[in-house]
Structure formats: structure tokens, C-alpha cells
């Protein structure tokens, strides 16, 4: 059972325009969300997180909002650069304490120059 | 670098052979976690310690997989009798447990480790 999920397995954008990633969750018991980048043969790279008690969050071009009603969260990167083309997973936990992460399956971005 | 670290990054064996990794987590880290990642999914929780105890396993952890971490530092993964399924990216992760309320609990990975039974 995928209690998080991310229906858009790639997405292609062009250089400098917006790119958004998407990713829904079932669990009402999350409270905080990640999102990591991975490139190819390697691990998985933190990028940005939210807590349940916010809807937004934002780290330079990196910008997570989460709507909680919805059980939806999604990343803006804005503007998209050839660099940021990877694979995008959303993770979530349940609690502070939480000991482990739920990932979703990853959504491939390209960032066409 | 102060990063996780981990050893081998690729690992080839035969089928049937044990094989082991290790991981050395971010030094003022208390949790240890590994995880398995196989090609089109996300990684998938195997275990976790905090310090030198293992509190949680995943049913997807077998009896043919073990994991230590004997001195609360870094940990070892084995994998006895290993088995095509077996084939994966092994993601060892580390997070400072007990933040302030609401500020959840950021895992950072390592590199990986592939493993590639043949």
C-alpha cells in the first residue's frame, strides 16, 4: 500500500520557466514532509522539508506548500536550471520521533536548456 | 567530509555468497536507518538503531539479513545467502533524533551501496 504517492513519473521543462513536482498522501498521521533529489548511482539528497503546522516553505528557488485538507504538497523550483534535472522523491513521517520515512516513487525532472 | 559514508559503493557476487556493507554515520548523529532502493521506486525502510540498539526491522528484512551497530558508531549490513532479488541499492541514512516539536526528523543519506547478485 503507497501511502505516498507521485503520479507524474517525469516532467520536462524549459530552462528558467517554473518547474512543479506533485505528490499526495494518504496517512492523516504525517505531519512532516521532505522532499531529497537523487542523481543517477547515487543516494538521495535532502533539499527542503515542512512541518505540518505550516502550508509553505521556502529555500532559495526551492518552495514546498502543503495543503493538508487535500493531503497534497508539492515543490516549485523556479527558476528551473539544467542542473536541477534528477529524480525528485517526496518522503513523509508521522511524529517528531518518527523512525522512519515513507517515500514516494520518484518523479524525473528535466530541465531542458 | 562529514557526510554518511559508505563502503563498498558496488559489490558483484554469485549467487548463494554472503556479502556485507558498511556505513559510517554523521558523527553527532544517534539514529542509523537502512533502507533498500530498487530500480523505479523509492527506498524502502529496512531498520533502524538509535545508538547501539536495533528498535524497528522491516518484514522486508529476512532472516538472511542482519545488521549491527556493536558501538553505537558506525553499522554493518550482511546479507547471508544472497539472492538475485537481492539486487538493490543499499542507502545507509543518519538524523539527530529528539528536535523540538514540530521539527521532524531529517534523514541524510550516503551514497549508496549496489549490489548486483549474478
Known amino acids: 500500500d503507497q501511502q505516498v504517492k507521485q503520479n507524474s513519473p517525469s516532467l520536462s521543462v524549459q530552462e528558467g520557466r517554473i518547474s512543479i513536482l506533485n505528490c499526495d498522501y494518504t496517512n492523516s498521521m504525517f505531519d512532516y514532509f521532505l522532499w531529497y533529489k537523487k542523481y543517477p548511482a547515487e543516494g538521495p539528497t535532502f533539499l527542503i522539508s515542512i512541518s505540518s503546522i505550516k502550508d509553505k516553505n521556502e529555500d532559495g528557488r526551492f518552495t514546498v506548500f502543503l495543503n493538508k485538507s487535500a493531503k497534497h504538497l508539492s515543490l516549485h523550483i523556479v527558476p528551473s536550471q539544467p542542473g536541477d534535472s534528477a529524480v525528485y522523491f517526496c518522503a513523509a513521517s508521522a511524529g517528531t520521533g518518527a523512525n522512519n520515512l515513507f517515500f514516494g516513487t520518484g518523479t524525473r525532472l528535466t530541465v531542458i536548456p | 567530509d562529514t557526510g554518511v559514508s559508505q563502503d563498498p559503493r558496488h559489490k558483484i557476487t554469485k549467487r548463494g555468497q554472503n556479502v556485507t556493507f558498511r556505513c559510517d554515520p554523521i558523527s553527532e548523529h544517534n539514529r542509523l536507518y537502512w533502507y533498500r532502493q530498487t530500480l523505479g521506486q523509492g527506498p524502502e525502510f529496512l531498520t533502524y538503531?538509535?545508538?547501539?540498539?536495533?528498535?524497528?526491522k522491516s518484514r522486508l528484512l529476512s532472516d538472511r539479513f542482519s545488521a549491527e551497530r556493536p558501538k553505537g558508531s558506525f553499522s554493518t549490513l550482511e546479507i547471508q545467502r544472497t539472492e538475485q532479488g537481492d539486487s538493490a541499492m543499499y542507502l545507509c541514512?543518519?538524523?539527530?533524533?529528539?528536535?523540538?516539536?514540530?521539527?521532524?526528523?531529517?534523514?541524510?543519506f550516503g551514497e549508496g551501496s549496489w549490489l548486483t547478485v549474478v
Open positions: 541514512a543518519s538524523s539527530l533524533a529528539g528536535g523540538r516539536r514540530g521539527s521532524g526528523n531529517t534523514i541524510y
Open positions: 538503531f538509535q545508538n547501539e540498539a536495533q528498535l524497528e
